[in-house]
């Protein structure tokens, strides 16, 4: 059974528990965490329950209870240990459209009873569809540790001031940034502190404060998205996509990173990819002001690092002389996840002591000059080169280090999709890469690293291709 989690509400018609016996005793506790009371039908009911009656929080009814007794139940629980009775209440509840779990009888269930963290106001609840039910109460115990105890005044103290902010502020992007500073802010480190007082005086200044700002821009956000891996974004990066409005995406983003925007935020691709149909940067600088100018928050997310080979420089530019606030978020960027997934260090205090980055095309052509860089001087040992986008130059590439100086026999790896699911590592050598370079048959996004870092041992598969004169001995 997959579970769609909703919460339920009591305020009509108490919940029924059918059974009087321990377990029912557990489930009628469990209940009355949000319940104001809770029915019972059963002619024997255990000391727990006779407590609770008692106090006035349960009523006990007749046990075998009818269609009638039944009918409106926001949910019931059969918890009489006996099977055909427990299997009556359900098929009544269900021919009703009434919520019924049986305990242990996922059959008889049209609801599963979820582990639950209780923070006042602030419910969690896991469920596992009935598969796992520990790993349930783990992640419970787990989330016990993590969740502020006083949570649940910090949502009562939001509660309390909802109006006041709906009243000032105006929907959509101004009011979700104020709670958003709300949250990261003073009054909800006073609220967590348990005073409750300085919380309110810090909630109503704070109210005033954007309320007087709301009418000015937006903002940009230059979100380094990393190499692919989603588990590889930055906390702060999660934090930028779950508060955008508007999230211009690149192509070389990796599957599964934008499921961490939130659903009502207007998600644009803005990818460039050679031969294809690609949107121009001016556009892209347009859509960022326009944007923002109308009082968004907008992240451009990129692959990799804002700063590496991301054009940020251009972009930071246009959001500076349109006047919009503009924020840094570093991603991990491709050339050291390729390393980080191959375990070789980029510098090594025997054989590399610097590391060179540089694109495999320039601004306005596909060939690149290296005019910039002094390469014979990195050939002549204890440096690592990584090439970005260098793909369908590669030959090029490696032809030029070869005429600068560098070593035919020099190791080189290419990783394709570095940290994703489907990367691909190749090894060769500077020589058979000049003369051979349509046998790696690689496709971009891909990483080049030269120097004798590549020649090191590495962790998993990687594919030697041999050159063509190797291969005709090999098969001799």
């Known amino acids: 059974m997959r579970a769609f989690p909703i919460f339920v509400s009591f305020d009509r018609k108490p919940p029924l528990v059918v059974g009087g016996g321990e377990l029912a005793g557990v489930k009628a506790r469990l209940l009355l965490k949000r319940a104001p009371s809770v029915d019972i039908a059963a002619d024997q009911i255990v000391p727990e329950l006779a407590e609770l009656v008692a106090e006035g929080r349960v009523a006990i009814m007749p046990p075998r209870p009818a269609l009638d007794q039944l009918r409106g139940r926001p949910l019931v629980i059969a918890a009489t240990g006996d099977d055909e009775e427990d299997s009556r209440v359900s098929a009544i509840a269900r021919a009703l459209g009434v919520p019924v779990n049986v305990p242990d009888r996922p059959a008889l269930c049209s609801f599963a009873m979820p582990a639950i963290v209780d923070r006042g106001d602030v419910t969690v609840a896991i469920g596992t569809s009935g598969a796992a039910p520990v790993l349930a109460q783990r992640l419970r115990a787990w989330l016990e540790r993590q969740l502020p105890p006083r949570l649940g005044s910090l949502a009562r103290l939001a509660g309390e001031f909802r109006d006041s902010v709906a009243e000032k502020l105006s929907a959509g992007p101004s009011r979700r940034k104020f709670w958003e500073g709300v949250f990261d802010g003073a009054a909800s480190e006073a609220a967590l502190a348990g005073d409750e007082g300085e919380a309110r005086r810090l909630m109503g200044e704070a109210i005033e404060e954007a309320a007087q700002a709301q009418t000015g821009p937006g903002r940009v956000l230059l979100v380094g998205a990393g190499p692919g891996d989603p588990e590889l974004l930055t906390l702060k990066a999660v934090r930028a996509l779950k ?47 326009d944007h923002a100018l109308a009082g968004r928050t907008v992240v451009r997310l990129k692959g990799g690092d804002p700063l590496v080979f991301g054009r940020a420089g251009e972009e930071i530019t246009a959001l500076r002389e349109a006047g919009i606030e503009v924020e840094i978020i570093s991603g991990i960027t491709a050339g050291l996840a390729a390393a980080a997934s191959l375990q070789i260090p980029l510098t ?106 590549a020649g090191l041992p590495v962790a998993g598969v990687v594919e030697e291709l041999l050159s063509l004169p190797e291969l005709r001995r090999a098969y001799a």
């Open 243 to 289: 508060a955008a409005d508007v999230i211009l995406y690149d192509r070389l983003v990796g599957t599964g990173v934008l499921d961490h925007a939130r659903r009502e935020a207007q998600l644009i691709p803005v990818g460039k990819s050679k031969g294809e149909q690609s949107t121009a940067q001016d556009e892209i600088h347009q859509l960022m002001v």
């Open 348 to 453: 090594h205090r025997d054989i590399s002591h610097s590391v060179t980055f540089l694109s495999g095309h320039e601004a306005g052509g596909d060939e690149p000059s290296f005019a910039q860089v002094d390469i014979a001087a990195l050939g002549r040992g204890e440096h690592t080169l990584l090439v970005y986008m260098g793909v369908s130059t590669a030959s090029l590439i490696a032809a030029k280090l070869l005429d600068a100086g560098w070593k035919p026999d020099s190791p080189v790896i290419a990783v394709e999709n570095a940290s994703r699911d489907n990367e691909r590592r190749v090894t060769t050598n500077l020589a058979d890469l000049a003369a051979y370079p349509e046998r790696l048959q690689l496709k971009n996004p891909a990483i080049l690293i030269f120097g004798e870092v």
